[in-house]
């Protein structure tokens, strides 16, 4: 499903990424680890389309990817960084707007369900009336998880999804993942916890920065 060849992310005389090859499988995970700076985030940047690497080969379900193709982001969920979250909308309302974009299909109580089993999944379902400003900072990262997995997709991609969480939330994200690794998704994880490696568990990659 991913395929990275000797991708590489240069900027001037900086390498922000670098050479890099790895495949994941349908139903597999792979950790990505290294210091800050190493390119972890850039990774997932040009994995999610968002970022065209310098040299090298990467593909998404054969796909070259790049955000504007409505193939790949299709294929593609990815949480780098906190998602938009409007002020007026509250926390259901975000989590069902998004399930209703992604599938028409399954109509508005079919929304109304998804959004529902999310936030439960999540340990959210008693902060569903409230809005995005009266969340503490790791409830929050959860909602902006919450709102990347109300969606289908393929590959899932998590920039660091710990932060800001105790560690028994760091075990809701663990088994979200793993729900979604399960059911056939391919998985790219960065983090900088030795917890949630050991949870999602399959194949770690290390990145050491520029040499």
């Known amino acids: 499903m991913i395929v990275v060849a000797d991708a590489e992310v240069r900027e001037h005389d900086a390498t922000l990424l670098p050479t890099t ?3 994941v499988r349908a139903g597999e995970a792979v950790v990505v680890r290294g210091a800050n700076g190493a390119g972890k985030s850039t990774l997932l940047r040009v994995l999610a389309g968002m970022r065209v690497p310098s040299g090298g080969r990467v593909s998404i379900g054969g796909l070259a990817p790049h955000a504007r193709d409505r193939r790949v982001r299709r294929l593609v969920a990815a949480m780098i960084g906190l998602p938009p979250m409007a002020a007026d909308l509250t926390v259901r309302d975000h989590v069902r707007l998004v399930a209703v974009t992604w599938s028409s299909a399954r109509g508005e109580s079919g929304s109304e369900r998804i959004a529902d089993e999310v936030l439960d999944e999540l340990g959210l379902a008693a902060l569903a009336a409230r809005f995005p400003h009266e969340l503490s900072s790791g409830q929050t990262q959860l909602f902006g998880l919450a709102l990347l997995l109300a969606r289908p997709c393929e ?29 056939g ?20 990659l290390w990145l050491r920065g520029a040499a």
């Open 21 to 23: 090859s790895f495949e």
């Open 185 to 204: 998704a391919a998985v790219v994880v960065t983090t900088h916890s030795d917890a949630l490696e050991a949870g999602i568990g399959g194949r770690t």
């Open 155 to 183: 590959v899932l991609l998590l920039d660091e999804p710990e932060q800001r969480l105790d560690a028994d939330r760091i075990g809701t994200v663990i088994d979200a993942v793993e729900r979604r690794r399960a059911a």
